[in-house]
C-alpha cells in the first residue's frame, strides 16, 4: 500500500498510491532552505510540490488525465494571446513561485509583466522566483478540496496578484478574484473575459465542462 523513500537531505517520505488527494506532511519535515527546497522538488518530480508560509510540505500526485486535457485546453487558447498581446510572459503548472509571504506557490496557470519580471536578477529568475505572478488559474479536478483552492486564491490576491481564476469544472462554476472586491461566482458560464488586465482574452469555457 505505501513505500518509503529517502531524499538526500535524509528526509523520508510515504507515499499512498491508492490516495488521490495532495497529502499535507505537516510539520514532518524540518525548514528547508530555498536550495534544499529545490533539490526536494526535483527528486519528488513527476509530483507537484508546494510549500505553505509556515514551511509545511504539500505533495501532490499527477492530475486525472481529464483535468490534464483541460489544463492543455486552457494553456493553449492562453498562449494564443499572450504571443498576440506582447506585454507579459505566460507560466505552465511546473513553475514554482515563491510569495512574499515566504508560501512556494505552482497555480495551474499564470501570466506575469514583463516590467515586473525583467526586473528580477538573472539568477533570480533561475530558481524559485520571488514574485507573485499578475494573473492565476487554478482548475479544480475532482481530486481538489474547493475550500483549500479558494484559500489559495485569496493567498495570491493578498500577495499581489491581480486577477484570479478559479474554474470548477465540477460544478461548472468559474470563481472571479481581485484586489478590494468580493469574489464574484459564475454559474455555468459560456466564456469568461480578462479585462481589463487582459484585453481581449476571452476563454471559452464549453470544452473545459464537457
Not at 517520505?13 to 526536494?40: C, Q, W
Not at 468580493?182 to 479585462?195: H, K, M, R, T, Y
Amino acid at each position: 500500500m505505501s513505500s518509503i523513500s529517502t531524499t538526500s537531505i535524509g528526509q523520508r517520505v510515504t507515499f499512498y498510491p491508492d490516495l488521490p488527494t495532495a497529502v499535507n506532511f505537516g510539520s514532518y519535515f524540518p525548514r528547508m532552505t530555498e536550495e534544499e527546497f529545490f533539490d526536494f522538488c526535483q527528486q519528488m518530480d513527476p509530483l507537484r510540490v508546494e510549500r505553505d508560509r509556515d514551511g509545511e510540505i504539500i505533495i501532490m500526485a499527477p492530475t486525472y488525465s481529464e483535468t490534464a486535457g483541460q489544463n492543455f485546453d486552457l494553456a493553449v487558447e492562453f498562449g494564443i494571446w499572450v504571443r498576440k498581446d506582447g506585454r507579459g510572459r505566460g507560466f505552465d503548472s511546473s513553475s514554482g513561485f515563491i510569495l512574499a509571504n515566504g508560501a512556494t506557490r505552482s497555480p495551474d496557470l499564470s501570466w506575469i509583466l514583463h516590467e515586473k519580471w525583467n526586473a528580477l536578477s538573472e539568477s533570480g529568475r533561475a530558481g524559485f522566483a520571488h514574485i507573485c505572478p499578475d494573473f492565476i488559474v487554478e482548475l479544480r479536478s475532482k481530486s481538489d478540496n474547493l475550500k483549500k483552492l479558494d484559500a489559495k486564491m485569496r493567498e495570491y490576491i493578498d500577495n499581489g496578484a491581480q486577477l484570479g481564476w478559479l474554474i470548477d469544472p465540477i460544478e461548472k462554476t468559474a470563481y472571479i478574484y481581485r484586489p478590494g472586491r468580493e469574489v464574484e461566482a459564475l454559474d455555468d458560464p459560456a466564456e469568461i473575459s480578462g479585462e481589463p488586465l487582459l484585453p481581449e482574452f476571452i476563454l471559452t469555457l464549453a470544452e473545459i465542462w464537457e
